[in-house]
């Protein structure tokens, strides 16, 4: 999914808006003009001319138009001459964020591979899963944020024991899973330095399988565009996971970022 247009590798932009409501800025390498909206209002506001070359939803942009991500009934589709696209975003904080995505960039152009570790059946771990009602909200710091922490939700306590140790890793719900964001041993030595994600979901018998060989890259080790949580602390293992995938590789074998 990388490699496509608006895979995590053409990701070339995330630009905020907080600025007051209407007051028009520039946006790094795209044309137009973009302005935040009223805190009531949903997306942004854009103004551009003919000449601009800009069109949302397949309709060139003459004058200023409203732009929408996936918080609205229909997100808008924006596209460029230069073969440019953008998407809009709403974050946690309400505002919005135009991200912009080219599918000639640097990164996809370098790309050469997604280095892993072999499959290894003894990653196949099992623990345990219980539900807490109402969810509890945990803190959780991103790589951009400066230390703030964002609220996610935890829905249940998972555990599980590794060499007699028990450890009690925080899971965010996802849509209908769960996500580790942990880092280990091999972080920043073997493995991309952040961190990596796992996905997991309960079963039914109270159970939950944590399968590290699909332990995978987090979308900043694609494109240093992406803020991504960082692991909290129970998160964070002291021991080797020596399975998933490791680091994004350039052509020439060495690290993309």
Request: aromatic fraction near 10%; proline fraction near 5%; charged fraction near 20%.
């Amino acid at each position: 999914m990388s490699l496509l247009p608006q895979g995590s590798l053409a990701l070339v932009n995330t630009q905020w808006f907080y600025g007051t409501p209407g007051e028009r800025e520039t946006v790094w390498g795209i044309a137009g003009l973009w302005a935040a909206r009223a805190k009531t209002e949903k997306g942004i506001e854009l103004t551009a001319s003919a000449s601009d070359g800009i069109s949302v939803d397949g309709e060139s942009v003459v004058g200023s138009v409203v732009v929408t991500g996936r918080d609205s009934e229909s997100a808008s589709s924006i596209t460029f001459a230069d073969g440019k696209t953008a998407t809009v975003i709403h974050g946690e904080d309400d505002a919005y964020a135009l991200r912009v995505w080219d599918a000639n960039s640097d990164d996809l152009q370098k790309f050469g591979t997604i280095d892993a570790f072999d499959y290894n059946p003894d990653w196949v771990i099992t623990g345990s899963f219980t539900p807490v009602e109402g969810g509890r909200s945990l803190g959780v710091s991103h790589l951009k944020d400066e230390g703030a922490a964002r609220d996610k939700i935890i829905p249940g306590d998972i555990k599980f024991s590794f060499e007699g140790v028990e450890y009690n890793p925080a899971g965010f719900k996802e849509g209908r899973a769960l996500m580790i964001v942990f880092s280990d041993a091999t972080s920043d030595v073997s493995t991309y330095s952040v961190g990596r994600f796992l996905m997991v979901a309960p079963n039914p018998d109270g159970t939950i399988t944590l399968d590290f060989n699909r332990a995978f890259l987090p979308p900043c080790a694609f494109s240093y565009n992406f803020n991504c949580p960082m692991p909290p602390a129970q998160n964070r293992f002291p021991f080797a996971v020596t399975a998933g995938e490791k680091n994004v590789l350039a052509k020439d074998g060495q690290l993309l970022h």
